[in-house]
């Protein structure tokens, strides 16, 4: 990711003030778990997904428990909190969650960048989902 990409996060960060991964009335917006659906499709397919609006992505990963603090720190750097989700043989599932605007290019570097960590770490990226809030009337 370059400084430009970082700036413009950084940009895109302080204009999601209200949003929090724990915000009440969220829900999953779109999803990508299969590997050969581009990431633009699944926002393209999403009638639910507000393109203007924060999301909070969530990353699921499978990762050895002995790595977790390392994944936390790696994934720390970019805004991301790790929250561990249960056992699965011999790995856990976590989730590397973060708040931002979605757009279909920074998704899929980050599916790519997760894909890339949970390798190196001896774990799997199962793929993302998306939450917003829940449309008001």
Do not use: N
């Amino acid at each position: 990711m370059g400084l430009l990409d970082r700036l413009l996060d950084l940009v895109k960060k302080r204009e999601t003030p209200g949003l929090t991964p724990d915000a009440p009335g969220l829900e999953i917006v779109a999803e990508a778990f299969d590997p050969v659906v581009a990431d633009s499709a699944v926002l393209a397919g999403s009638p639910a997904w507000v393109a203007a609006a924060p999301a909070v992505l969530r990353h699921h990963l499978l990762l050895p428990p002995d790595r977790l603090a390392e994944a936390a720190s790696i994934l720390a750097q970019d805004g991301y909190e790790l929250r561990e989700q249960a056992p699965s043989e011999g790995l856990t599932r976590v989730l590397a969650v973060r708040v931002q605007v979605l757009d279909a290019l920074h998704c899929a570097q980050e599916r790519s960048r997760m894909a890339g960590l949970a390798q190196r770490l001896g774990g799997d990226a199962l793929g993302w989902d998306a939450q917003q809030p829940e449309p008001t009337a």
